[in-house]
């Protein structure tokens, strides 16, 4: 079974980034991979990698998993042009993986999905984590999903009402 780790969120539960990534987790479920899932709540419990409170149990879950990992989703809104805070903090913890034996991400595919309230933060997020995901030696997939997002982009399901952002998401996910 393929192992996916799916990270992203804010830390409002229901927010228009965890309602992508779900779309795009269970599109990679549809096609047989196990998904574990690092939300905005966990996100937000975390202290400042390296910073005050950090320890080398904090995040040692994620890190666990991300090691054993196939691939990776990763998720983050359109904060002033580039990812969040939260997203980024999350995404430092991948430093305890520096001396494995696979470092970082190495050889994995990365699913990214950015949202945002404008197409040019949207777009500028998305370069940002493929970016990010170059450093930390991951593969970017070749699509990568940029979903404009307002109030009604989902309906009360958490269901994306574009169809074409839908497809995006789909394709990440798969």
Same mark, same amino acid.
């Given at each position: 079974m393929i192992r996916i780790v799916a990270l992203g969120g804010t830390?409002?539960?229901? !927010? !228009?980034t965890e309602k992508a990534l779900a779309l795009a987790c269970r599109a990679a479920e549809? !096609?047989?991979?196990?998904?574990t899932h690092f939300n905005g709540e966990y996100m937000s419990s975390l202290p400042f990698y390296g910073g005050p409170g950090h320890s080398a149990d904090a995040g040692a879950d994620m890190v666990a998993a991300v090691r054993k990992a196939d691939g990776i989703l990763i998720a983050s809104p359109g904060y002033h042009g580039s990812i969040s805070g939260l997203v980024k903090n999350a995404l430092d913890y991948i430093e305890d993986l520096s001396t494995d034996e696979r470092p970082y991400l190495h050889g994995r595919p990365v699913g990214l999905i950015a949202t945002s309230f404008g197409h040019q933060a949207a777009m500028s997020t998305l370069l940002t984590l493929r970016s990010i995901t170059h450093a930390l030696r991951g593969w970017p997939t070749p699509v990568g999903a940029a979903i404009r997002t307002t109030p009604e982009t989902f309906d009360e399901n958490g269901e994306i009402r574009d169809v074409g952002a839908r497809m995006q998401l789909e394709l990440v996910g798969q």
């Open positions: 830390p409002r539960v229901g !927010s !228009s549809v !096609s047989g991979a196990q998904i």
